[in-house]
């Protein structure tokens, strides 16, 4: 990876003043200092990790790979970047989205505005001075009047509290604190809890190396095949010609995914064979967006969402031998769609190996860990490595990580004690020129992820440029807009089938965390055009002022 420097970056207080100050040095905040700059403000981004790249700095386990295809999957504010690069395979891996993202850095001159190795443990509001002071680890104080956590979604690891954890002899690792110099796993009795998308894509690499892999599942994921190869130059050449055109047309979606026909028609409009066809031939193209695509009604008709459910926990049975093994993998207790759809290249097949056993840890809970592995109620096992593919504190855990205040009163982790409130998902009622990018609120992760990163700072230079020229310095969504869109997130998700679903976007992994659907799954095109109108309509919704002067509120 290339180094940030040729020696040490300067600190706050060797730089010149800030405008705005960036929390994250991922996808997120590398658009944030570009775009931002490009108005003349003067920024500056504080990133935990030894490198950019955020989340694709972090998650380098086995076989972490996109599951939105590269050319999706890029930055879209640069044509001559997307025209360059060129993508090896279908679905980027993370050491080549990684090498993607320090190519952005660099080409766009980016790591002089970055601090690495930096943690951000406190950002306070100063009312009368209308600035924002940040702390880092070290004791640093960071000013600035405006401040972007870019923190992102799924950045702060969940590791589960089993009792004894601390006595096992041989080593534990985490999928998003994966060792930078890899793991070999050849000879060693492995126990991987998790089937997740983290599980789902490193178990069957771990298989091939491990002399007995023990996989401990609480609950079944649906996965579909993902299709993956190299990049076909014909497909390439004819994407890259139509990159505009593509672009605009993938914001029109619920997804921010372009490319898929628009579904027409319910799943039970249609005969039964018509529809197994229709689902067999999705099954063999791979993806996930194509699949929900199928019909109009998935994820909003249970009885259509049953035939798509069934077609798959079919394709699973047929694919696993051992039938006990094949019905715990086939999930019967949410509907296909209302959890992140996993994609997989062996997954099922993987289980039809003599060194792989599934272990229903619904059933039979995980007890304890020992020296030397783990036991169960009724079983022992005997493990040399165990990995956890638990997941995160998704969409909030970032922020809850970072003491966020201000001296009118207002603390964050207690505005959130009962489920995040946001407005858009981009600030917080009583948190002034604090900005959030993809935050809980938004439909970033139910989206092409980078699509949604440019459309949430391109809305946010957009406002900090028009509070310069309305000569104000000061921006915060009333409480009355922020309920108000809280509710409308919530109404959206309950006409779905989403919260069926014991997921992550609910908080459900995390224990004790308030059941709130955190993303907004209204569409991202509907999103889009509701900020939009917000931003036409003098920011409706929002207070803006100069140093507590009102100019104009909604």
Known sequence: ??????????????????????????????????????????????????????????NRYPGARCDV??????????????????????????????????????????????????????????????????????????RAPYCVMAAGNLSTPRVPDFKGLESFKGKWYHSGLWPHEGVDFTGLRVGVIGTGSSGVQMIPIIARQARHLHVFQRTANFSLPARNGPMEPERERCHKAEYPARR??????????????????SALTVSAKERSEAYEAKWQEGGSISYLYAYTDLLVNKESNDTASEFVRNKIRGIVRDPRTAELLAPKDHPIGTKRLCLDTDYYETYNLPNVSLIDVRSDPIREITGNGLRTGKRQFELDAIVFATGFDAMTGALREIDVRT?????????????????????????????????PGSPGVKTQMIASIEQHVDWIADALAHLRRKDLDRIEPTAKAEMDWVHHVNAVADSTLYPLANSWYMGANIPGKPRVFMPYVGGFDRYKKRCDEVAAKDYEGFVLSRHGAVAASA
């Open 69 to 142: 295809e590269s050319l999706e999957y890029s930055y879209s504010f640069s044509n001559e970047l997307q025209q360059d690069w060129k993508w090896p395979e279908r679905y980027g891996t993370q050491p080549e989205i990684l090498k993607y993202i320090n190519h952005v850095a660099d080409r766009f001159d980016l790591r002089r505005d970055i601090q690495l190795d930096t943690r951000i443990v406190a950002a306070h509001f100063e009312s009368k001075a209308n600035l924002w002071t940040l702390r880092t680890a070290s004791g640093e104080e960071i």
């Open 248 to 265: 605009a047309a993938a914001a029109e979606t619920p997804f921010a995914i372009g490319g898929y026909p628009k579904p027409t028609k």
């Open 407 to 439: 001296s009118d009163g207002a603390v964050l982790r207690d505005h959130w004690a009962g489920g995040p409130l946001t407005y858009l998902g981009l600030m917080v009622a009583g948190f002034p020129n604090m900005f959030v990018v993809t935050g």
């Open 1 to 58: 990876m290339p180094d940030a420097s040729n020696g040490p970056l300067p600190r706050q207080q060797d730089v010149a003043p800030l405008d705005v100050a960036i929390v994250g040095g991922g996808l997120a905040g590398l658009y944030a200092i570009h775009r931002l700059r490009g108005l003349g403000l003067r920024v500056r981004a504080y990133e935990a990790g030894s490198g950019v790249g955020g989340t694709w700095f972090w």
